[in-house]
Nanobody
Framework: QVQLVESGGGLVQAGGSLRLSCVAS????????MGWYRQGLGKQRELVGG???????HIADSVKGRFTISRDNAKNTVYLQMNNLTPEDTAVYYC??????????????WGQGTQVTVSS
């Protein structure tokens, strides 16, 4: 089993930045891809992006140029750096991990989520 714990959410003004962190524990050898989803109020869950153990990454078009995903395999940690935030980025951000890929099916492992609120 794998446990994911997110941190770094909070309230920020539009134009500001936040960095989310997610630490994996447990059977981390079972993880290939780690990354982030988000779900705003009344919206569908959206894949923000992810990165594989080998360093292959992807990021959603909606956040490209503003958000960056990085990963420290030695620390079993994935980060989401969010810059130039807008109120539309307000959502619960979930860390996710999967033995294969975040982009195929539903990820196996999920964190509890961390709230990001961007005020105008």
């Amino acid at each position: 089993q794998v446990q994911l714990v997110e941190s770094g959410g909070g309230l920020v003004q539009a134009g500001g930045s936040l960095r989310l962190s997610c630490v994996a524990s447990g059977n981390t050898a079972n993880i290939n891809s780690m990354g982030w989803y988000r779900q705003g109020l009344g919206k569908q869950r959206e894949l923000v992006g992810g990165q594989t153990t080998g360093g292959s990454g992807h990021i959603a078009d909606s956040v490209k140029g503003r958000f960056t995903i990085s990963r420290d395999n030695a620390k079993n940690t994935v980060y989401l750096q969010m810059n130039n935030l807008t109120p539309e980025d307000t959502a619960v951000y979930y860390c996710a991990a999967d033995p294969v890929s975040l982009r195929v099916g539903v990820p196996v492992y999920w964190g509890q989520g961390t709230q990001v609120t961007v005020s105008s």
